[in-house]
């Protein structure tokens, strides 16, 4: 095993302690300075075992550091309400914005570390989580995060010594958890389950450093020289790297590009009568489901795509009319704000998904990643390309976590879209819906067929699948759109039981 590897009896003396301290504090305020001046993201993660020391190496950590440019998260089982959400949720919520350092103290580690130990995960689960970590990681890296992961190990004698020593402490007994003896008790357990961790997610983006712990002082140098080693790596590339690659989409399909949108049948209609019947129908079941859903805590999340005036407005009014407001709600993403950009592109969608039992609707998403930002050059062509694998797998977490996701476009014709145009710009009430973005993205139609033809091939899966919904009748789109939504909740009803 790797971590029998380590030489548990390393030692620092105080002199040689003293004197690498000194140097390591000032490199590592210098780092800081120069990780804020590049707008340099960085990620900290301490795990190990408990009383390894973890919280003594965090205070000496930031009493070097500037304040205002880190944050300390103590990482406690989930609330109530964070339980409600994809494990991860909690931990996209917490991420450093550009420049700034983010110390996990405990880490989305505790889902295989404590939760399995415990049984709060299965252990068929444990793969798909291990998974989800590395993807969740991978794609901070690839955003340019910088990511330190520190093992502290403790023989199960040194384990037991500490344990005791800090219960018997008045001032430090009431850091000693119950977990924390059931750790002792299942060393040989807990450093399996530890060791797969370390093997299964050590990856070149986000790697291990094993540190042995048995002495405090040898511990701490060990963990601030690689900090300093990562962060000086990091800085490094950053002046090395080439500016982004920005492309133009193709101005036509490659033969071998399937054209799904121009396969969407858009004569589908209803008249008024079948219309206005048939969306009663749908939407009475709809609102019935809504309490099943909200007592199954089953969360459900529709995104709507389309062309500008495609209906998608119109379609979410009617998917909400009959809804209970307290259990739903609608969010639209319109261009990323200050704050957003500091962040990875998924971080604002995290931050807004729906908590079980509720329905989330969102009105455009991730897929503006692919889509817009694409076609304006927005996003570099490394981003929007590699944006394909990390949709598929944000979607992927989210069925796993239960979630009835549907993805809908809603399509028309060059031809209809001209219409509304010209209906919007000519009726005083509907002329705010019409811009001059609109009049500029219609001009480059050519341009978001590809780009959405693409996006729809590569991110439609068995488990998120793209709902393409004709709407050059939007009776025919409205009715449609329910009728999807609730086929989708049935089934997922079904599983349930």
Known sequence: ??????????????????QQMDSLKSQLRSLQNACWEKQLPVILVLEGWASA?????????????????????????PTEEEKRYPFLWRFWKRLPAKGKIGVF??????????????????????????????????QLAD??????????????????????????????????RPEDWQQHKNYDKYAAFAEDMVVQTGTGSA????????????????????????????LDRLQIAPPPLRLEPQSKLEPTEPDLLSAVDL????????????????QVTLRELQLKIHNHKIPVLVIFEGWDAAGKGGAIKRLTETLDPRSYFVHPFAAPTDEEKQHHYLWRFWRQLPTAGTIGIFDRSWYGRVLVERVEGFASDAEWRRAYREINEFEAQLVSANYVLLKFWLHISPEEQLRRFSDRQDDEFKQYKLTEEDWRNRQKWDLYHVAVNQAIQRTHTTLAPWHLIPANNKFYARVRVIEVVTQAIRKALRDRN
């Not at 971590?3 to 003396?13: I, K, N, P, V």
């Not at 003594?56 to 944050?71: A, E, I, N, Q």
């Not at 004569?267 to 749908?282: C, G, I």
């Open 143 to 176: 955003d340019g995060v910088a990511i330190a992961k520190f093992w502290i190990h403790l023989s199960r004698k040194e384990l037991k010594q500490r344990l005791k020593q800090y219960a018997e402490d008045p001032l430090d007994s009431w850091r000693v």
């Open 1 to 18: 095993m790797l971590l029998d590897t380590l030489d548990l009896e390393a030692r620092l003396s105080k002199e040689e302690y003293r």
């Open 207 to 234: 790697p291990w450093t094993l540190v042995e712990g048995e002495c405090p002082r040898w511990a701490r140098v060990k963990v601030f020289t690689q900090v300093a080693a990562t962060l000086t790596e990091a």
């Open 267 to 282: 004569s589908l209609s209803l008249s008024e009568a079948e219309y206005r019947q048939q969306l009663k129908q749908e």
């Open 53 to 77: 020391g973890k919280g003594s190496l965090v205070k000496k950590m930031v009493d070097c550091m500037d304040p205002r440019g880190f944050t300390v998260h103590p990482i406690l089982e």
């Open 105 to 138: 103290y405990h880490s989305w580690y505790t889902h295989v570390l404590e939760d399995r130990l415990f049984g709060r995960v299965a252990a068929a689960r444990v793969p798909a989580v291990m998974q989800q970590i590395n993807a969740f990681e991978r």
